[in-house]
């Protein structure tokens, strides 16, 4: 995954068939359906794009994104209005289904340090009893 911070998102048709996925080390097919993640380039001011199938940064890039509170709807991918109709529709489901599945991981790892702390709470209530 990526180790410089992401500042955006960006949605298109791959314009020649020369890119490649930064997650799969394949190339991207021309006229497919590409997302790159915008990272500031090394002693620059530029942004660069780095490239991935929408398959391969579902998991890790997108949702990364939204963590980081960069995405928080579908607008907050640059391009998805120049999509035909059928990928936007596509790729809201998807900006959707992520943004839950954030929720709901953020929800379990708040539950479980809760639990943690209070289980650490009565463990010390215990001990305390007990002496």
């Known amino acids: 995954m990526e180790t410089e911070p992401t500042e955006g998102f960006k949605i298109e048709y791959a314009r020649t068939d020369r890119s490649t996925c930064r997650m799969c080390n394949q190339k991207i097919p021309l006229d497919t359906v590409r997302l790159a993640a915008l990272v500031r380039a090394p002693n620059s001011s530029r942004l660069i794009e780095k490239w991935y199938h929408t398959d391969c940064s579902f998991e890790t890039v997108l949702l990364q994104g939204i963590r980081d509170g960069i995405i928080l709807d579908v607008d907050d991918i640059q391009g998805v209005k120049t999509l035909a109709k059928e990928h936007q529709e596509v790729v ?5 289904a992520s943004i839950s599945l ?6 379990q790892e708040s539950d479980a340090s809760s639990t943690s702390t209070h289980d650490s709470e009565s ?3 215990m001990s305390i009893d007990s002496s």
């Open 92 to 96: 809201l489901s998807w900006v959707n």
């Open 123 to 125: 463990d010390s209530e």
């Open 102 to 107: 954030v929720n709901e991981l953020d929800l």
